[in-house]
């Protein structure tokens, strides 16, 4: 395999499973007490200290972004998409989310990409998006099938939300393909961002409510939300994007709902059937051909002829 596309894939999956370990982590806080708001301004508290002096000292990157970027940059993946994606669990499961967020993700890229940047797919693309779109749409077929599970408005509206949460993040994902940025530097543009913008709201309508909470709680989930997300799984997701391309680095985002499911199973007692395994592996096989992974077979044959 090549050692570009190997760097490249390295990066998009400990990222993708830095996400997919949030949704576990994200539910054991409930138990102490935090509300989805509490984390949304834990993470990026924490996160937009941490990096505004970055921010202080690089600036704004106006020169390649402008306003309207930049806005996108920071609800892309700071706090508007992390409460829209929040606000999506009220409605729907669980389970739509992880289908319909990071696995319909790289189809909106690639659509935005072809319809606003003339980006051509090649035939492998075309090919692993239609895979993820498959193994996406068969998670929520199946489960609301075989759990009698209603297509009710809230669970219709929640799922839109979720769409709109993958919509945002695409968005992201072409800006920072265009813009070039350094990926600690557009990190740090939302984190900082979320930070100025999402807090005092919050502050404003919940007060001081994080002070009630245990200070090992706190740290933990610090840590985790304003750290280990907010930061490090963008920053290699920007690299990844970067090695791969737009296109080809976001298709990693759709390994989320497998990774999910494989976390789940020690952490939560939640085993996925064969149906479940199914979706997976198509998701799985669709990420690895719209990412550009090497097809050995077709390298040999090349080599022979």
Same mark, same amino acid.
Request: aromatic letters at 8%; a positive charge; one cysteine or more.
């Given at each position: 395999?090549?050692?570009? *596309?190997?760097?490249g894939?390295a990066?998009g +999956?400990v990222a993708?499973? &830095?996400w /997919?370990?949030?949704?576990v982590v994200t539910?054991l806080?409930?138990?102490?007490g935090?509300?989805? =708001?509490d984390?949304?301004?834990l993470?990026?508290?924490v996160?937009?200290?941490?990096?505004?002096?970055?921010?202080i000292?690089? !600036?704004?990157?106006?020169?390649?972004?402008?306003?309207?970027?930049?806005?996108?940059l920071?609800?892309?993946?700071?706090a508007? *998409?992390a409460?829209?994606?929040a606000?999506a669990?009220?409605?729907?499961?669980? *389970?739509?989310?992880?289908?319909?967020?990071?696995?319909?993700m790289?189809? +909106?890229?690639a659509?935005?990409?072809a319809?606003v940047? !003339?980006e051509?797919?090649?035939?492998?693309?075309i090919l692993?998006? =239609?895979?993820i $779109?498959?193994?996406a749409?068969?998670i929520?077929g199946?489960?609301a099938?075989?759990? !009698?599970?209603?297509w009710?408005? /809230?669970?219709t +509206?929640?799922?839109v939300?979720?769409l &709109?949460?993958a919509?945002l993040?695409a968005c992201?994902?072409?800006?920072?393909?265009?813009?070039?940025?350094?990926?600690l530097h557009?990190?740090a543009l939302?984190?900082?961002? =979320?930070l100025? &913008?999402?807090l005092?709201i919050?502050? /404003?309508?919940h007060?001081?409510r994080l002070a009630q909470?245990?200070?090992?709680?706190? /740290?933990v989930q610090g840590?985790?939300?304003?750290?280990a997300v907010s &930061?490090l799984?963008l920053?290699l *997701?920007?690299?990844?994007l970067?090695i791969?391309?737009?296109? =080809?680095?976001?298709?990693f985002g759709a390994?989320?709902?497998?990774?999910?499911a494989?976390?789940?199973?020690?952490?939560l007692g939640?085993?996925?059937?064969?149906?479940?395994?199914?979706?997976i592996?198509?998701i799985?096989?669709?990420?690895?051909?719209a990412s550009?992974?090497? $097809?050995?077979s077709w390298q040999?044959?090349?080599g022979?002829?």
């Amino acid at each position: 395999m090549q050692p570009a *596309y190997l760097k490249g894939a390295a990066f998009g +999956f400990v990222a993708a499973s &830095i996400w /997919a370990s949030w949704s576990v982590v994200t539910r054991l806080a409930v138990t102490t007490g935090l509300e989805a =708001s509490d984390i949304v301004a834990l993470r990026f508290a924490v996160a937009g200290v941490l990096l505004s002096p970055l921010v202080i000292r690089r !600036g704004l990157a106006r020169d390649r972004l402008g306003w309207l970027r930049l806005g996108a940059l920071i609800a892309g993946v700071g706090a508007p *998409y992390a409460l829209v994606a929040a606000t999506a669990l009220r409605f729907a499961p669980a *389970y739509d989310g992880g289908a319909l967020n990071p696995g319909c993700m790289p189809l +909106f890229v690639a659509l935005i990409a072809a319809v606003v940047l !003339g980006e051509k797919l090649s035939t492998r693309q075309i090919l692993g998006l =239609s895979l993820i $779109l498959a193994g996406a749409v068969t998670i929520v077929g199946w489960h609301a099938e075989a759990r !009698g599970a209603a297509w009710s408005a /809230a669970r219709t +509206f929640g799922d839109v939300l979720f769409l &709109i949460a993958a919509f945002l993040t695409a968005c992201f994902t072409l800006v920072m393909k265009q813009a070039k940025l350094d990926p600690l530097h557009a990190t740090a543009l939302v984190s900082t961002g =979320s930070l100025v &913008i999402y807090l005092p709201i919050y502050l /404003a309508l919940h007060g001081a409510r994080l002070a009630q909470v245990p200070l090992a709680d706190l /740290a933990v989930q610090g840590l985790f939300q304003g750290v280990a997300v907010s &930061i490090l799984a963008l920053v290699l *997701y920007g690299r990844a994007l970067l090695i791969l391309g737009a296109s =080809s680095g976001a298709a990693f985002g759709a390994l989320v709902p497998a990774l999910s499911a494989l976390f789940a199973l020690p952490l939560l007692g939640e085993r996925p059937g064969a149906t479940d395994w199914a979706s997976i592996l198509l998701i799985s096989a669709g990420v690895y051909l719209a990412s550009g992974g090497p $097809l050995l077979s077709w390298q040999r044959r090349e080599g022979h002829a």
